[in-house]
């Protein structure tokens, strides 16, 4: 994978801080769904999962963003854990206050804890070690340079379990439409599914209940993804839209079911 090359950094005089990296000539978007360039993505992600980490823990050394929203890092022993208390918890609590219908809160309220119950149990069987992700691992952060080579752009790192960079790519297909989601013809997701996944599995094997982790990790950024807007009436109030709400809402009940 290629990453562009950092030149300099710094503090702004008025605030604030800069990154100036080097500029990458890139190929028409379209080149990223060949077979030759999916699978190379594939591999170079897979092995990127595989290089080791020099910590033991869960976490990242500061705290980063996705989608405008801080992500806390701090470290934990259990992967479990870790995801818990500083992915989902924060973002479920966040949903909820973005929901003007009292019924519709009162289910997410009653699922939260099944919800939480049951990611636990999936994730807590997991003993893979901590591997560096990329953390934002999705289409639209894929590009290919002029030599063929895949570019991976606005990363969002922490050290966790692979497989979370591999959940917003079927969340755009497959995953996506058990959510009750009308798919694209333009979505990409199909040639990710068919070759990008290939490739990643050859050097990492799907491990048990891969499935069932990736529905964990799918519920996890469609909470990142949700955006408020304003609602008609006087007081304007910030609420989720309802299509968003009903992706997230089905995920949590299929969840809830392997609660137990």
């Not at 500029?23 to 992600?45: E, F, K, Y």
Request: glycine fraction near 8%; charged fraction near 20%; charge should be neutral.
């Amino acid at each position: 994978l290629r990453v562009a090359s950092p030149i300099a950094t710094g503090v702004l005089p008025l605030g604030g801080a800069y990154l100036l990296t080097e500029c990458i000539s890139l190929a028409p978007r379209d080149a990223l769904s060949s077979h030759a360039v999916m699978q190379r993505l594939g591999t170079g992600l897979g092995q990127l999962h595989s290089c080791g980490s020099p910590f033991t823990q869960f976490g990242f050394g500061h705290d980063t963003h996705l989608h405008g929203w801080r992500q806390p890092n701090r470290w934990r022993n259990s992967f479990a854990e870790f995801f818990l208390e500083q992915r989902l918890q924060p973002q479920l609590k966040r949903a909820q206050s973005l929901i003007t219908d009292v019924n519709a809160l009162q289910e997410m309220k009653q699922l939260q804890l099944l919800v939480e119950r049951a990611a636990f149990g999936i994730l807590d069987v997991l003993a893979d070690p901590p591997a560096l992700l990329h953390g934002n691992f999705r289409p639209d952060v894929c590009a290919v340079d002029l030599t063929g080579r895949p570019v991976v752009s606005d990363p969002a790192c922490w050290y966790g379990l692979p497989e979370f960079d591999l959940a917003a790519v079927p969340q755009l297909g497959v995953r996506a439409d058990q959510a009750g989601r009308q798919l694209d013809a333009a979505d990409a997701a199909e040639c990710f599914a068919a070759d990008f996944f290939d490739a990643y599995h050859e050097v990492r094997p799907k491990e048990p209940n891969h499935s069932e982790r990736q529905l964990v990790f799918a519920l996890y950024h469609q909470l990142s993804e949700l955006k408020s807007v304003s609602s008609a009436g006087s007081q304007r109030r910030r609420t989720a839209p309802r299509g968003q709400l009903n992706r997230i809402r089905a995920i949590m009940r299929d969840l809830a079911q392997l609660a137990g």
